[in-house]
């Protein structure tokens, strides 16, 4: 009886101390004002973007490579990636781009057909956005609680980059 006791004592003493745990002092914000420039700090193991150089250095040999050059950095378009379809839904990803920037990122489609899908897709969107955004890249953070949302939104995203050739 007595080892019961103890047991059921620590036990609560250890749950108790797990649910007190805070793993990090601040919350992370996400935000994206519409036109506003993006700074962002790279994560560890991914890269900022560079930007190229306007002009070749006088003594490189002029480019032979076969490639298209890259659109002009006015120029605007828009490209779709796939429709990636998750156990709870489609989710396909829409980029605005100008010259090698993303400048906007949308879902067209998102999980919406039950109640809670709809729910954590309203809540998700925006910071998939915004972390795409910040990143340029495919390179997001996923968001607990939306794993094959974040996953699928990736993997449209980069399907979507690779077509735009980023």
Not at 6 to 12: E, F, I, K, N, P
Not at 20 to 38: C, D, E, L
Not at 129 to 158: C, F, K, N, P, V
Request: hydrophobic fraction near 40%; aromatic fraction near 4%; proline fraction near 11%.
């Amino acid at each position: 009886m007595r080892r019961a006791i103890l047991a059921v004592a620590a036990t609560t003493a250890i749950v108790v101390g797990l649910l007190h745990y805070k793993t990090s002092s601040a919350p992370r914000q996400f935000s994206v004002a519409a036109g506003a420039p993006q700074t962002s700090t790279p994560r560890p193991g991914s890269t900022a973007p560079t930007a190229a150089p306007s002009t070749p250095p006088a003594s490189a040999p002029p480019p032979t490579s076969s490639t298209p050059s890259p659109p002009p950095a006015s120029a605007s378009r828009t490209v779709t990636g796939p429709v990636v379809t998750t156990r709870f839904g489609d989710v396909q990803v829409a980029l605005s781009i100008s010259g090698q920037r993303v400048t906007d990122v949308r879902a067209p489609q998102l999980p919406y057909d039950r109640a809670r899908s709809a729910s954590i897709s309203q809540y998700v969107a925006p910071v998939l956005r915004s972390e795409a955004l910040a990143a340029q890249s495919a390179q997001i953070d996923t968001i607990s609680g939306a794993t094959y949302t974040s996953d699928a939104y990736a993997q449209s995203l980069q399907a979507a980059l690779t077509q735009a050739g980023i």
